[in-house]
């Protein structure tokens, strides 16, 4: 696991820097993304989220560091997953170098 050496939020999305490359990370879909038990079945991983119901325009205002592995973010809907939701740099790095939705810059 690489931790993320830089963090901003960016009009368009979360930029991370990890392992000397840079991502940004769009809003909605790191929102569509969220690990929690409120958005993913923990039994079966079946996702719970009702996509539909996260808006366009969805943006981080805030976020907060968990330990040494992690980010919790405050979302602009304010919605469960702002105090549920914790992405961790493994979950970040996977997305990254997996997702065609993450953009390398």
């Known amino acids: 696991m690489n931790i993320p050496t830089i963090i901003q939020l960016e009009d368009d999305g979360l930029l991370l820097e990890i392992n000397n490359n ?10 569509l993304q ?10 079966t991983g079946r996702k719970l989220l009702n996509v539909n119901s ?15 592995y992690a980010y919790q973010f405050l979302w602009s809907n304010a919605d469960l997953c702002s105090t549920t939701g914790i992405f961790t740099y493994e979950l970040l790095e996977i997305l990254a170098k997996n997702d065609k939705a993450v953009k390398k810059v």
């Open 22 to 31: 840079k991502y940004i990370f769009p809003y909605k879909y790191l929102r």
């Open 54 to 68: 996260i808006p366009d325009d969805i943006f981080i205002v805030d976020y907060v560091t968990i330990g040494n």
């Open 34 to 43: 969220c690990p929690c038990a409120n958005c993913i079945e923990e039994m």
